[in-house]
């Protein structure tokens, strides 16, 4: 999954302190170790993650969010 490990790395390098609390980098950063283990991650609104990630972040224009919708893509194809 390259889009689920860019994010891991974009988190790891913009928020690293953040993924170890509650929240949407938390969420995130689990979301994609969950992906990576291949898990059934079940019905995700990215779009809500994507909203979230704004409205906690106030980083409208971060790489993050452009990856985000890259792996909900990804995803898609798969299922």
């Known amino acids: 999954m390259k889009y689920a490990d860019k994010l891991q790395d974009l988190i790891?390098?913009?928020y690293p302190?953040?993924?170890l609390y509650?929240?949407?980098i938390q969420d995130?950063?689990?979301?994609t170790k969950c992906i990576r283990r291949?898990?059934?991650i079940g019905d995700i609104s990215f779009f809500s993650l994507a909203r979230r990630?704004?409205?906690e972040t106030m980083d409208y224009k971060s790489e993050i969010l452009v990856v985000l919708?890259?792996?909900e893509k990804e995803l898609k194809?798969?299922?």
């Open 12 to 14: 790891d390098l913009e």
């Open 17 to 19: 302190s953040q993924k």
């Open 22 to 24: 509650p929240g949407i």
């Open 28 to 31: 995130i950063y689990n979301l």
């Open 38 to 40: 291949g898990e059934n």
């Open 53 to 55: 990630f704004v409205d």
């Open 69 to 71: 919708k890259q792996l």
């Open 77 to 79: 194809k798969e299922n």
